[in-house]
Nanobody, 120 residues
Framework: QVQFVESGGGLVQPGGSLRLSCAAS????????MSWYRQVPGKERELVAR????????KYADSVKGRFTISRENAKKTVTLQMNSLTSEDTAVYYC?????????????WGRGTQVTVSS
């Protein structure tokens, strides 16, 4: 089973940027759609961004459109989430995961996540 390790989180001021990385091990991710989710205490994990296996298709939650960009490098087995113009509403633990298809599904295998805190 492919394992994921998320990194790049931290404390950033409102309006700032962060770049999250997801490193996969134990198998190829090239045939999987990859997603970033986030979760705050007391709420369900929500989809932030998804990218198809080839990288040609992407979709974003309305709340992050125009601010976040998802990308992937299959040869390096990494997925990146560039986050700009961050607000306090973006504070959450961020997770990456894989699904067999781009159009539906929820990952069933998660890493530990990386904490993003947006605060002045």
């Amino acid at each position: 089973q492919v394992q994921f390790v998320e990194s790049g989180g931290g404390l950033v001021q409102p309006g700032g940027s962060l770049r999250l990385s997801c490193a996969a091990s134990g198998g190829s991710i090239s045939t999987y759609a990859m997603s970033w989710y986030r979760q705050v205490p007391g709420k369900e994990r929500e989809l932030v961004a998804r990218i198809s296996g080839s990288g040609t298709l992407t979709k974003y939650a309305d709340s992050v459109k125009g601010r976040f960009t998802i990308s992937r490098e299959n040869a390096k087995k990494t997925v990146t989430l560039q986050m700009n113009s961050l607000t306090s509403e973006d504070t959450a633990v961020y997770y990456c995961g894989a699904t067999p298809t781009y159009y539906s599904g929820t990952p069933d295998n998660w890493g530990r996540g990386t904490q993003v805190t947006v605060s002045s």
